[in-house]
């Protein structure tokens, strides 16, 4: 693994077989169809399940929206609405939640042309008084999506879009997920999401409910890596970590054995602090002749030195 910056931990989880059945509600969780007429809430997304509930009761401004029609059947119910704000340079979802706990939140955008001004907007993303990030529509093809795990400090979390210039602030969903507070632990602030990688070649996403805690997973494999999986079920040791099946299941090797697997990401600015969680587990035999392993290297230095993960 090479990345441009230092990576300050990383977690490093090795599995095994068999693991107890977790159960799958949506405790806890605040899921939220920004634009959703109230008439209309609640109501469950067909696709995995979760209950989406209209925005109108956690914002005072704003007014809704509906993307291109021509657009609708391109996109999942949440994102065929959304609530635009062209009045006042800063407008702030007043939410609900439990205070000193670790929550995983999610904030998607998908424009749409809801406007028909064919204009990407840009806007920034405050969390209470914190900047979350600058959302710049146009160069995301015009859907981003924003993730964060962030400590509440009291029972109210604010969620603000700020006006930067003259586009008009907007946005289509907002989910926030309950974690254990000792995950993902961070010694400096909220953890922004980079990416959360699954190897495979299936071109599928994975989040509720095969992910009891709602983490989206992106399928992920670079032409020199082979992909493998198993059928078997892995044990997850990783005390609430929770990784599903579904991406436990599946796996990549380089191809030329003697090949490193490197990925490469970039950074905001040189300073920031990364954090790598990696999940391993040998999910493919080797030949009686042979032996599987591997160091853990990030930019040169060496996280993990060379183990063999466990078979399952
Ligand atoms: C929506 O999902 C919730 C939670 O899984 C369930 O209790 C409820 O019956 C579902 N409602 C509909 C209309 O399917
Ligand atoms: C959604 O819930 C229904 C009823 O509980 C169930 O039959 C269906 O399999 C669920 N769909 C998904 C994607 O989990
Ligand atoms: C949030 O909590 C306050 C105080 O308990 C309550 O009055 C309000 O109705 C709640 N808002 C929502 C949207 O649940
Ligand atoms: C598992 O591997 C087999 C054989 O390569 C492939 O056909 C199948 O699509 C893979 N399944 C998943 C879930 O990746
Ligand atoms: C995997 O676990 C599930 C749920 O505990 C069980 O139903 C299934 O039989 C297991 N599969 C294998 C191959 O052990
Ligand atoms: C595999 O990589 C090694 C080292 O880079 C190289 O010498 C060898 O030719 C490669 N094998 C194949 C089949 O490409
Ligand atoms: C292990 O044995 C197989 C089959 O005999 C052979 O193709 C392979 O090259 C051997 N591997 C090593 C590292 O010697």
């Not at 693991?19 to 007429?37: A, E, K, M, Y």
């Not at 981003?144 to 509440?152: D, G, R």
């Not at 602090?273 to 080797?286: K, R």
């Not at 290297?297 to 183990?307: L, T």
């Amino acid at each position: 693994m090479k990345i441009h910056n230092k990576l300050l931990f990383a977690a490093c989880v090795i599995l095994s077989i068999t693991r107890h059945v977790q159960s799958q509600n949506q405790q806890g969780f605040i899921t939220l169809d920004c634009g959703l007429p109230s008439n209309e809430s609640p109501y469950n997304d067909t696709k995995n399940n979760l209950t989406f509930i209209s925005d109108a009761n956690f914002i005072q401004g704003g007014k809704t929206g509906n993307i291109q029609k021509d657009l609708v059947i391109k996109f999942r119910k949440p994102y065929t609405v959304l609530r635009y704000f062209p009045d006042g340079s800063r407008n702030c979802y007043s939410l609900n939640v439990t205070q000193d706990t670790n929550y995983l939140i999610r904030a998607g955008f998908l424009y749409g042309n809801y406007d028909g001004l064919n204009n990407s907007p840009r806007f920034d993303l405050y969390l209470g008084p914190n900047i979350w990030e600058n959302i710049d529509m146009g160069k995301s093809g015009d859907a981003v999506f924003e993730e964060i795990i962030h400590i509440t400090r009291s029972n109210i979390l604010e969620i603000c879009l700020v006006k930067t210039g003259t586009s008009t602030p907007m946005i289509s969903t907002i989910e926030l997920r309950p974690l254990r507070y000792d995950l993902y632990p961070s010694q400096t602030g909220s953890l922004r999401n980079l990416f959360r990688y699954y190897f495979t070649n299936s071109g599928k996403f994975v989040r509720y409910p095969q992910d009891i805690h709602d983490r989206i997973w992106i399928p992920y494999l670079l032409p020199e890596w082979t992909p493998t999986n198993t059928t078997l079920n892995v044990t997850d040791p990783s005390e609430g970590y929770d990784p599903p099946q579904e991406v436990l299941r599946t796996g990549a090797m380089p191809t030329n054995v003697s090949d490193p697997m490197t990925i490469t990401w970039d950074l905001n600015t040189a300073t920031d602090q990364v954090y790598g969680y990696i999940y391993i587990a040998d999910i493919t035999q080797v030949p009686a002749n042979e032996t599987r392993e591997f160091a853990i290297v990030v930019n040169d230095k060496v996280h993990f030195d060379p183990s063999s993960p466990t078979e399952v």
